[in-house]
T-cell receptor, first 109, second 114 residues
């Protein structure tokens, strides 16, 4: 089993749609969780951290479910500019940083 | 600060040649990660340093790969000898405190081994 797993997609949605991504992780001792965004041929950049109580940043909401070992990202009112690959990140051991394979999102007019 | 700086941005080399990728960390950061990204395997963690010490190198594919941190601000990833299957984008990233804080990525080195 991979340490961090994501549905690779692709997700093709119309502008204005709500879309959700999930990610599961294998190490129950993991403490830090993030969502990163990667545009085509660019480096990954932090989108948001994921806190135990869930957190929101504008149209983006992140949730953590420790019991089921998954994190989620919800994007409301999608924009064309949201088209990218979304990577979930978990520290698996020794305070490292492991990435899921990424979920590709395309928002269409 | 200019951010994490990687060089070269692109490298094309022949099979069997030695390749050295370079990374300059953000000043003050003490954790460094080297990743390799391919379409098939996504972003794979190769090696992780904390305070110049390698903490986990279990992701290094084989003995042909080696990484060093000669000082707190600089790291190299060397492949010797290179093979076509090493073709990928190699990223380094630095952070203040390992995997608990935001990691900042360099722009990557696109390596092609022919």
């Amino acid at each position: 089993r991979k340490e961090v797993e994501q549905d690779p997609g692709p997700f093709n949605v119309p502008e204005g749609a709500t879309v959700a991504f999930n990610c599961t992780y294998s190490n129950s001792a993991s403490q830090s969780f993030f969502w990163y965004r990667q545009d085509c041929r660019k480096e990954p950049k932090l989108l948001m951290s994921v806190y135990s109580s869930g957190n929101e940043d504008g149209r983006f909401t992140a949730q953590l479910n420790r019991a089921s070992q998954y994190i989620s990202l919800l994007i409301r009112d999608s924009k064309l500019s949201d088209s990218a690959t979304y990577l979930c990140v978990v520290n698996v051991r020794n305070n490292d940083m492991r990435f899921g394979a990424g979920t590709r999102l395309t928002v269409k007019p | 600060d200019a951010g994490v700086i990687q060089s070269p941005r692109h490298e094309v080399t022949e099979m069997g040649q030695e390749v050295t990728l370079r990374c300059k960390l953000i000043s003050g950061h003490n954790s460094l990660f080297w990743y390799r990204q391919t379409m098939m395997r996504g972003l794979e963690l190769l090696i992780y340093f904390n305070n110049n010490v390698p903490i986990d190198d279990s992701g290094m594919p084989e003995d042909r790969f080696s990484a060093k941190m000669p000082n707190a601000s600089f790291s190299t990833l060397k492949i010797q000898p290179s093979e076509p299957r090493d073709s990928a984008v190699y990223f380094c990233a630095s952070s203040l405190k390992g995997g608990t804080t935001e990691a900042f990525f360099g722009q990557g080195t696109r390596l092609t081994v022919v």
